[in-house]
């Protein structure tokens, strides 16, 4: 089975862009969550969708948005970037019925912004 | 690839050895634990999980303990190799559905020849 797959890979933007990050989830899983990592901060929950519709959200400002379609796919986008959004974004996907199950990340998308 | 976190405490086992990885985690309410291992320039894997009603779970060379009395975590690894050297994160999770996992700051296990 084809594991989560994340483009691009890098990216570097100017402060002020904008930016969007997409997620292809493995076969069959309906949740997808996007997660900041940074040196400094750690990993840190950005929101999750399932169905379609987000389900739970972090503590980040509403420049980060995301969404998913109906093939489970997510994008994630930042808008009006800032230095500190610099980070390794990861995306994790989950089958995630009615009981928590493991998520399984891709190799994220490391954004550098100048 | 860039270092996932350029303070994390380090353990350094000689391989061969068992290592014992550690973890408290923050809320008494979680109910779900994962942990992870993450090379560099990669996302984390996961490596073994264990639900609130467990105090202990095993696989392949990997064993997790749960205390919740002390909120704490642990992962022992057996024959520890040089493929085992990466960082490691603690999960936790609580609630009925949800997969917004809260992760602790992470160890850097670093297995010397």
């Not at chain 2, 990669?42 to 997790?64: E, L």
Request: glycine share 10%; proline share 4%; with cysteine.
């Amino acid at each position: 089975k084809a594991g989560v797959t994340q483009t691009p890979r890098y990216l570097i933007k100017t402060r002020g862009q904008q930016v969007t990050l997409s997620c292809s989830p493995i076969s069959g899983h309906r949740s997808v969550s996007w997660y900041q990592q940074t040196p400094g901060q750690g990993l840190q929950f950005l929101f999750e969708y399932f169905s379609e519709t987000q389900r739970n959200k972090g503590n980040f400002p509403g420049r980060f948005s995301g969404r998913q379609f109906s093939n489970s796919r997510s994008e994630m986008n930042v808008s009006t970037l800032e230095l500190g959004d610099s980070a390794l974004y990861l995306c994790a996907s989950s089958l995630a019925g009615e009981q928590q199950s493991p998520l399984h990340f891709g190799n994220g998308t490391r954004l550098t912004v100048t | 690839g860039e270092s996932v976190g350029l303070h994390l405490p380090t353990l350094s086992v000689q391989e061969g050895d068992n290592s014992i990885i550690n973890c408290a985690y923050s809320n008494s309410a979680s109910d779900y634990f994962i942990w992870y291992k993450q090379e560099s320039g990669k996302g984390p894997q996961f490596i073994i999980d264990i639900r609130s009603n467990m105090d202990k779970r095993q696989g392949q060379r990997v064993t997790v303990l749960l205390n919740k009395t002390v909120k704490h975590l642990s992962l022992q690894i057996a024959a520890t190799q040089p493929g085992d050297s990466a960082v490691y994160f603690c999960a936790e999770n609580w609630g009925d559905y949800g997969q917004n996992f809260v992760f602790g700051p992470g160890t850097r296990l670093s297995v010397l020849p």
